[in-house]
């Protein structure tokens, strides 16, 4: 069993930055790929990033390649996403997700067995 919560959601403005959070509890926490979604209102949740459990293996949505950086802290069981030149388009509910995985890093919602509560990203123009 795998509990996350997810902090570091806020008001930015357009071309801002953000670094969220996800702690991870349970004792083999580690060994999870862990994956960050997002969802905007009136919009089916979307993949945005996930890391392998090593860190040695990353993905990201087109979307938010190049702005967005996933890593992890395995000695304090968090995983981080730092949000740079946020966009309008970037507002959502973040979430972030685990799933123990090998080899491809799993993108699909319906892959993933443990979510966060979400937080709130709001970018404004």
């Known amino acids: 069993q795998v509990q996350l919560e997810e902090s570091g959601g806020g008001l930015v403005q357009a071309g801002g930055s953000l670094r969220l959070s996800c702690a991870a509890s349970g004792r083999t926490a580690s060994s999870y790929t862990m994956g960050w979604f997002r969802q905007a209102p009136g919009k089916e949740r979307e993949f945005v990033t996930a890391i392998t459990w090593s860190g040695g293996s990353t993905d990201y949505d087109d979307s938010v390649k190049g702005r967005f950086t996933i890593s992890r802290d395995n000695a304090k069981n968090t995983v981080y996403l730092q949000m740079n030149s946020l966009k309008p388009e970037d507002t959502a509910i973040y979430y972030c997700?685990?799933?123990?995985?090998?080899?491809?890093?799993?993108?699909?919602?319906?892959?993933?067995?443990?979510w966060g509560q979400g937080t709130q990203v709001t970018v404004s123009s």
């Open positions: 997700a685990a799933v123990q995985s090998w080899g491809r890093i799993p993108t699909r919602r319906a892959q993933y067995g443990y």
